[in-house]
């Protein structure tokens, strides 16, 4: 059974009711866990939620996500990947070669880590995963 790939916005979705994608996320959530996939993220993509989240909806919100994904990586659904300093030094290769693109640093780290890991399918709402090739759910309109 493949991995998916779980972005930034993803998470925000999810624990953020308020957020444009919730509905989508939550129910996307549901088909993955019912299907068993496994569920990949970064150390980058979670620093990023983890502040997003503390600025837009306080501490004890973050202190809560943290507690989910702990649990969830206990239980063996989501495995977290750390970046290196080689991924790291990849990832800026990306950043530079796409200058025509607003690909954030972190989306780069992102790529990266799919790719190596062999990961096709994203959880998520940035088109620039469907730019760099990967399939994106449950997406945007385009």
């Known amino acids: ?59 004890e919100k973050a202190i809560r996500f943290h507690a989910i994904l702990t649990q969830a990586l206990q239980g063996g659904k989501l495995h977290l990947e750390w970046i290196t300093p080689q991924l790291h030094e990849e990832a800026w290769q990306i950043f530079k070669r796409y200058q025509d693109q607003e690909f954030s640093f972190v989306d780069c780290t992102s790529f990266v880590v799919a790719r190596r890991t062999g990961v096709a399918e994203i959880f998520g709402f940035d088109q620039g995963f469907r730019t760099m090739g990967f399939i994106l759910k449950p997406g945007r309109p385009r």
């Open 1 to 59: 059974m493949s991995v998916v790939f779980v972005d930034t916005g993803a998470w925000l979705a999810l624990m953020v009711k308020r957020d444009q994608y919730h509905a989508k996320a939550a129910a996307h959530y549901r088909q993955l866990s019912k299907a068993k996939r496994e569920l990949l993220t970064t150390n980058y993509i979670l620093v990023e939620t983890y502040t997003k989240i503390r600025y837009d909806d306080g501490l």
